[in-house]
């Protein structure tokens, strides 16, 4: 594998395109979230399917965080071989050969999972009796995203059954409301996470009716967490896109009373084509993620619009005040959705000192790249 750059290079001798992560931007809202999670009195378990990367949760953990999250059994074991012990599967796992991976590594690592189905309890109970580990288990409820989770009435009796198996404890519900991370005004986002605590809040109702205590409600995301934190139903947040803060995320109306976080993660390319109305840069979608829409141009060239120009090309035409930029001209994106956008990468280039002369401090790798299974 060819790395893009190397350690000491100015920033101007990345090769393009390349993923580079601002390691000042990065370390701010790292602090920012971190400092946020304290004064609130709520634990940090910030979501590492955004970075994939030990070293960005080395710096989260060091700051404050519990652990991690991942969504796949696969970047728990990519995370856990690079020396990440604290993980959590916020996700449904059902496949028996998966469960078998995760209850052996649950014997090196202190690992948590999230159910849904009696079948995955089942299974789970069977691969941690194989293994002799033992794990904390969610209960995941619906509060609203319609994907995984249970209605919050179904609670009490899935607990119980993971409150009887000896390898599990119940370590309480996972509530994440995926779609109001990206509704634009705050208020909208503020209804729904007031109705998703009202759905927790009778989850909560069910299982003290049964008599089984719940230690704890894990969720929230960078499009909502202070209203999870003001709650007084969640006890800690899995917030994971503040890291970098992509383009989807800063269109977003900023949440009352969060702290502001900076773009973190971009992709350098470069003008390989020019014409008299337009020019192509070196990256197209092989570079990063168009689901959540194109990146937007930073820097020098801000303001140009992005029009996507296939697997290695992208388009920026001539606007109203905004001067194209030259042949051989270095222009910066910010990714439209960062997740996806750091699964196109094999490693992050950190630049310390900004993007104008700053110098590569370090790469890393992105471990958990192509973690699917
Ligand atoms: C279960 C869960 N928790 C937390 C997050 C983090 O959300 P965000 O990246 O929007 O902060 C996600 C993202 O998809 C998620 O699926």
Request: negative net charge; contains cysteine; charged residues 20%.
């Amino acid at each position: 594998m060819r790395a893009p750059a190397r350690v000491g290079d100015p920033v101007h001798a990345i090769d393009t395109p390349a993923l580079v992560v601002d390691a000042d931007a990065l370390e701010r809202n790292i602090a920012a979230l971190a400092a946020f999670a304290r004064a609130r009195g709520v634990a940090l378990r910030p979501h590492a399917k955004t970075h994939k990367s030990a070293r960005s949760a080395q710096l989260q953990i060091e700051a404050g965080a519990v652990g991690v999250c991942v969504q796949k059994v696969s970047e728990a074991q990519a995370l856990a071989a690079a020396g990440v012990s604290q993980l959590y599967v916020s996700n449904e796992v059902v496949d028996p050969a998966k469960l078998d991976r995760l209850a052996d590594l649950a014997r090196g690592a202190r690992l948590a999972v999230a159910v849904d189905s009696p079948v995955g309890v089942e299974r789970l109970g069977r691969a941690l009796a194989r293994s002799g580990a033992s794990m904390d288990v969610f209960v995941e409820v619906d509060v609203g995203h319609g994907r995984c989770g249970l209605p919050p009435g179904s609670a009490a009796a899935l607990a119980r059954h993971v409150s009887g198996d000896p390898h599990m404890r119940f370590a309480g519900l996972q509530a994440y409301h995926g779609r109001a991370q990206h509704l634009r005004s705050a208020g909208e986002r503020e209804v729904a996470i007031r109705h998703a605590a009202s759905i927790v809040r009778a989850a909560q109702a069910a299982l003290s009716g049964a008599g089984i205590a719940c230690p704890l409600v894990t969720g929230a995301g960078t499009g909502t967490f202070t209203h999870e934190a003001a709650s007084g139903v969640w006890g800690e947040l899995q917030c994971g896109s503040y890291v970098f803060m992509d383009r989807d995320y800063a269109d977003n109306e900023p949440l009352p009373q969060a702290p502001r976080f900076e773009h973190a993660l971009f992709v350098k390319s470069q003008v390989m084509s020019r014409g008299t109305s337009h020019a192509v840069i070196d990256a197209g979608h092989k570079s990063h993620a168009l689901d959540s829409g194109p990146p937007s141009v930073w820097g020098a060239f801000a303001g140009l619009e992005f029009a996507n120009g296939g697997d290695e090309h992208g388009i920026l035409r001539a606007g109203a005040g905004h001067g194209l930029p030259a042949l051989g001209d270095t222009v910066w994106l910010v990714p439209g959705h960062c997740d996806p956008t750091v699964n196109l990468h094999d490693m992050y280039v950190v630049v310390r000192g900004g993007l104008e002369r700053g110098v590569v401090e370090e790469l890393w790798p992105i471990e958990a790249r192509g973690c699917l299974g």
